[in-house]
């Protein structure tokens, strides 16, 4: 139920929720916004928001007016959505993910046919680190307000059943540990969460768990996705993911890219210093 005087924005679900000038203030200084330029931009936002506003309309808002400060910071608070942009399809953001692990010292396999006891199956990533093997399927979503529910992990977990049976017969394998991962751009039911870690799947999505989320991950790594660039086009960025490319680095590893993007030339140092900032010194080339 509304409030009288209570300035009310719409979620993509559609849920009418009350505007929280905290959570925005919150948001922008995670992105990395000094703590008076997130206030100001709370206040410009405040003064300008109507009834009934999205949560999308708003965010654009505190967008446009971050980028106005800082192209580093205002790609970060993009963040979210740039994962968002990686689709339609899911395999980009699979792409990410094993980027993700191999950063953080893995082994990484992405997309591999791997023999279960029943069927074979298609695993959208493999990945390997000391005694330890982990089998990582990715449910990606392109749309705000999307939210996995248990119907996922239980799906997730007869296949990982299936996958364990078989990999357990082989005889290296005895000593080394096995496990799921169901890993998320978006968020869990409570139920997902509860059986997931009931039946001893490693439950990853944008805030799960607090430490070692997926957006945790990312700005631990610096490992940005390359559409979070506000400097290049929607028609741009599919272009470099259609190459291969996924992140903000491969930009700068791969400048030759922009032009098979066909990013004009006149555009490429603003490109480049967009992807250098929010790199930030020494993380640009690896």
């Known amino acids: 139920m509304s409030t009288p005087g209570t300035l009310y924005i719409t979620k993509a679900s559609g849920e009418l929720v009350p505007f929280d000038e905290d959570k925005l203030r919150t948001s922008l200084q995670r992105a990395g916004a000094e703590p008076e330029v997130a206030s100001a931009i709370v206040e410009q936002v405040a003064a300008r928001i109507s009834q009934g506003m999205s949560t999308r309309q708003l965010y654009r808002m505190a967008f446009g007016l971050l980028h106005k400060r800082s192209h580093r910071t205002a790609a970060r608070y993009r963040l979210k959505q740039g994962i968002l942009d990686l689709g339609p399809s899911g395999f980009p953001f699979e792409r990410f993910i094993g980027r993700i692990l191999a950063h953080d010292g893995y082994t990484v396999q992405v997309g591999v046919t791997v023999q279960g006891r029943c069927v074979a199956h298609e695993v959208d990533v493999v990945a390997d680190k000391d005694s330890q093997h982990y089998v990582v399927e990715c449910k990606y979503h392109n749309t705000p307000g999307r939210i996995c529910d248990v119907k996922v992990p239980l799906y997730i977990q007869a296949r990982f059943l299936d996958v364990a049976e078989q990999w357990r017969t082989h005889p290296d394998n005895g000593t080394r540990h096995l496990q799921g ?51 290049l086009t929607k028609a741009e960025k599919e272009r470099l993911l259609q190459r291969g490319l996924v992140l903000v680095r491969d930009v700068l ?30 993380q640009g080339v690896s």
Not at 182 to 211: E, I
């Open 181 to 231: 991962w169901l890993v998320t751009n978006t968020r869990f039911t409570s139920d997902a969460l509860q059986y997931g870690q009931c039946a001893g799947l490693r439950m990853v999505s944008w805030d799960h768990p607090a430490k070692g989320s997926l957006r945790d991950r990312i700005d631990r790594s610096g490992l940005y996705p390359l559409t979070c660039l506000g400097s």
């Open 253 to 282: 590893e791969h400048p030759e890219a922009l032009h098979d993007a066909l990013v004009r030339p006149p555009r490429f140092a603003a490109v480049l210093a967009d992807a250098e900032a929010l790199c930030g010194p020494g």
